[in-house]
């Protein structure tokens, strides 16, 4: 697949998406690379570590985020992004945004992809951006806000019901001008599901490969994994790296993370057993 002049090839290899939220509250490192010094060296970082896309964030989706205007989310994301081209990073960037106005000037800055948490659906004019700027475009499920998602969401299948809706936007995307090779899905693990909801996507995962799309899974230090193991976000890294196994094992092409060495070993091995 060819996103933006940056091609990126599945099924060989996992791919590693690193995370860089330069945000203040995020659940797990908010405020850790606000200063663009410390944001561009955890990027080089992470690349050198095995991470082969980053994902830059300037809003938290975290459960209960409050939403920021895009003109403070772009200065945060800018920034970082510009430097990063003109350092020339030797891979694909991501601009985790549900705006358009900022994905816009984001790909504009040099990212390659939208990773849009509402799915294109958020913003109305997002679709047509991503079209126009032949963006990659990452569509994550998630049931409501990151204000209201985890209020007692229900399901009567919940792999079901998310594939479905995944289906859905897929063909929304594609009537909208979307390249089908532009489209990546992520079944929204965390966003709007409960501990057992998020078990059941990761242990019927082969499902979601009936969409014919690369399969991107998010767990990282996600608290459906503090919620079984009992522990703090910090102590979450083991739990994270046996979901990142097992959703290897049953069809992931990327996984999202925030800890890029360990990750990168363990894709590692588990591609050269099941790939």
Same mark, same amino acid.
């Given at each position: 697949?060819?996103? &933006?002049?940056?091609?990126?090839?599945?099924?060989?290899?996992?791919? /590693?998406?690193?995370?860089?939220?330069?945000?203040?509250?995020?659940?797990? =490192?908010?405020?850790?690379?606000?200063?663009?010094?410390?944001?561009?060296?955890?990027?080089?970082?992470?690349?050198?570590?095995?991470?082969?896309?980053?994902?830059?964030?300037? +809003?938290?989706?975290?459960?209960?985020?409050?939403?920021?205007?895009?003109?403070?989310?772009?200065?945060?994301?800018?920034?970082?992004?510009?430097?990063?081209?003109?350092?020339?990073? =030797?891979?694909?960037?991501?601009?985790?945004?549900?705006?358009?106005?900022?994905?816009?000037?984001?790909? +504009?800055?040099?990212?390659?992809?939208?990773?849009? /948490?509402?799915?294109?659906?958020?913003?109305?004019?997002?679709?047509?951006?991503?079209?126009?700027?032949?963006?990659?475009?990452?569509?994550?499920?998630?049931?409501?806000?990151?204000?209201?998602?985890? &209020?007692?969401?229900?399901?009567?299948?919940?792999?079901?019901?998310?594939?479905?809706?995944?289906?859905?936007?897929?063909?929304?995307?594609?009537?909208?001008? /979307?390249?089908?090779?532009?489209?990546?899905?992520?079944?929204?693990?965390?966003? %709007?599901?409960?501990? +057992?909801?998020?078990?059941?996507?990761?242990?019927?995962?082969?499902?979601?490969?009936?969409?014919?799309?690369? /399969?991107?899974?998010?767990?990282?230090?996600?608290?459906?994994?503090?919620?079984?193991? +009992?522990?703090?976000?910090?102590?979450?890294?083991?739990?994270?790296?046996?979901?990142?196994?097992?959703?290897?094992?049953? %069809?992931?092409?990327?996984?999202?993370?925030?800890?890029?060495?360990?990750?990168?070993?363990?894709?590692?091995?588990?591609?050269?057993?099941? &790939?």
């Amino acid at each position: 697949m060819n996103f &933006r002049g940056k091609s990126l090839t599945f099924g060989d290899s996992t791919h /590693i998406m690193g995370v860089l939220n330069v945000t203040p509250d995020s659940f797990s =490192d908010g405020g850790a690379y606000l200063n663009i010094n410390t944001a561009i060296t955890h990027a080089k970082t992470m690349v050198a570590e095995g991470a082969t896309i980053i994902d830059i964030g300037g +809003e938290s989706s975290r459960p209960g985020a409050e939403p920021v205007p895009a003109n403070v989310e772009l200065e945060r994301v800018l920034p970082v992004i510009q430097a990063l081209v003109s350092e020339q990073l =030797d891979v694909p960037i991501s601009i985790d945004t549900t705006k358009a106005v900022v994905a816009k000037h984001a790909l +504009e800055a040099g990212a390659h992809f939208i990773n849009d /948490i509402t799915a294109l659906r958020g913003d109305t004019a997002m679709a047509q951006v991503a079209a126009e700027m032949e963006a990659g475009v990452i569509l994550m499920h998630m049931k409501g806000t990151p204000r209201t998602m985890q &209020r007692s969401p229900h399901y009567k299948d919940v792999v079901k019901e998310v594939c479905k809706a995944l289906e859905n936007w897929i063909n929304d995307a594609s009537q909208n001008g /979307i390249a089908p090779d532009r489209i990546i899905v992520d079944p929204g693990i965390g966003f %709007g599901k409960t501990t +057992e909801q998020n078990l059941q996507i990761l242990k019927r995962l082969e499902l979601f490969k009936q969409l014919n799309k690369p /399969i991107l899974i998010g767990t990282s230090r996600k608290s459906f994994i503090g919620n079984l193991l +009992e522990l703090p976000v910090t102590e979450r890294v083991e739990g994270t790296l046996a979901t990142v196994c097992w959703a290897i094992a049953h %069809g992931a092409d990327i996984v999202r993370v925030h800890d890029v060495k360990a990750t990168a070993r363990v894709a590692r091995m588990t591609d050269a057993l099941y &790939r």
